[in-house]
């Protein structure tokens, strides 16, 4: 009789740890798993390995960038835009981080959910989308869908704040 009470302890425990490893391990990015024809550069791309990307990356972002109505992406300055690097920022920009407003919104519903710290290169999609849907909240849109993007920059906000606050 103890053992059938062990082993149905036992097998409540695993039950509930694999259901506790399957809600944290949820993507929040799903487009960065999803595999493009043609595609010749890696799989799941990040725009920063170094201090001097990430110096890079702040260059570019402070000179604009701009995401087309068609969905895609440019940087403004010709000479940061020639350059090798921003063709990953490209990529990302172009087919990793969500441009609908749902699933922006999705985003936000899972950073708020989430209670370890980001990876980097959840970090770096995040700070993206952000910028996103900054540049999607003054563009010509209806006062309603101005609303919900304004909602959802500030849901990235406060995930972005939450991550760089958060203590190990």
Known sequence: MFTWRTLAAGLVYCCLRMCLIQCQSRVL?????????????????????????????????????RFEPSGGFSVEDPELS???KTRSLDIICEEIIPKQQTDVLRLVSDLSNHTSRLGQEDFERTMLTLVYASQQMIGPTAEHQKELWAQSFVGLYKAIKKDLTLTD
Do not use: C, Q
């Open 29 to 65: 990015f799903p487009a960065a798993s999803r595999i493009r024809r043609g595609l010749t550069t890696e799989v799941n791309p990040t725009f920063h390995n170094s201090i001097s990307d990430a110096h890079l990356l702040f260059e570019i972002l402070m000179t604009g960038i």
């Open 82 to 84: 020639s350059l090798r």
